[in-house]
């Protein structure tokens, strides 16, 4: 297992506790990203940038993947994507519609994912979690 993480100082934290860890900050066009990876799973927990309706850290991530990993990309989203509905029970039928740019950034996250998946690079699972923002929150 390897974590990948945006600071030095958090990758010297984990590797102190045995968890092999890279720094790579996705606001880089060309996140560096180490060499010899070639993961087969891939947990997708960073969040996107704090503004704007589009997750540009999502395309530097998916562009410095390597090309021959065909990875299972499982992602972390939010259940903000479906908007506000009125206290309605929610489901995976309901079709997105998100309101606000934080839940558009992940959308947009969603859609790259989509879209890599879609052109033969690996397999996607989106978990649309609920309450992931606020006081004690990610």
């Known amino acids: 297992m390897r974590c990948i993480v945006r600071r030095r100082e958090s990758a010297d934290r984990?590797?102190?506790t045995g968890i092999d860890a890279?720094?790579?900050d996705l606001?880089?066009?060309r996140p560096?990203?180490?060499?010899?990876w070639s993961p087969?799973?891939?947990f997708y927990l960073a969040p996107p940038p704090p503004a704007g309706d589009t997750d540009p850290r999502m395309?530097?991530?998916?562009?410095a993947l390597p090309g021959d990993s065909h990875p299972r990309i499982v992602y972390i989203s939010t259940t903000g994507v479906y908007?506000?509905?009125r206290g309605a029970w929610v489901d995976e039928s309901r079709p997105?519609?998100?309101q606000v740019d934080r839940a558009r950034r992940r959308y947009d996250a969603e859609e790259q994912l989509r879209a890599w998946r879609e052109a033969g690079h690996g397999e996607l699972i989106v978990l649309r979690v609920a309450g992931i923002y606020g006081p004690g929150r990610l």
């Open 14 to 16: 984990l590797q102190q």
């Open 22 to 24: 890279v720094a790579a």
């Open 27 to 29: 606001d880089d066009a």
């Open 32 to 36: 560096p990203l180490p060499s010899d």
């Open 40 to 42: 087969t799973r891939i």
């Open 59 to 63: 395309r530097h991530f998916l562009g």
């Open 83 to 85: 908007g506000d509905c």
């Open 96 to 98: 997105a519609n998100p």
